[in-house]
Nanobody, 123 residues
């Protein structure tokens, strides 16, 4: 079992920054970690992911250049630095632990999910 707890969400204005964190406990060995988001009435979508070594990162086109994912394996945490936030970034953000050897972009490759943290961006 893996427990994931997100923090750092909030209400900000367009152009502001937020840093999300995800703390993992339990069986933490995995293929990597990812962030997904889900806005009301929309499908869950991939945001960013990082390999277990931290040597590879992956981003959705919509956040490339604005968001940065990083990890600290010693502390079992993964972070998402979000800059230049836009109203369309408003969603619940979930971190997930990748235990299957599938695509980093595919939510079905992830076995464990956090409860999520709300990010709201006003215009």
């Amino acid at each position: 079992q893996v427990q994931l707890v997100e923090s750092g969400g909030g209400l900000v204005q367009a152009g502001d920054s937020l840093r999300l964190s995800c703390a993992a406990s339990g069986r933490t060995f995995n293929y990597g970690m990812g962030w997904f988001r889900q806005a009301p009435g929309k499908e869950r979508e991939f945001v960013a992911a990082i390999s277990r070594s931290g040597g590879s990162t992956y981003y959705a086109d919509s956040v490339k250049g604005r968001f940065t994912i990083s990890s600290d394996n010693a502390k079992n945490t993964v972070s998402l630095q979000m800059n230049s936030l836009k109203p369309e970034d408003t969603a619940v953000y979930h971190c997930a632990s990748k235990f299957l050897a599938g695509s980093y972009y595919d939510p079905s490759s992830y076995r464990y999910w956090g409860q999520g943290t709300q990010v709201s961006v006003s215009s």
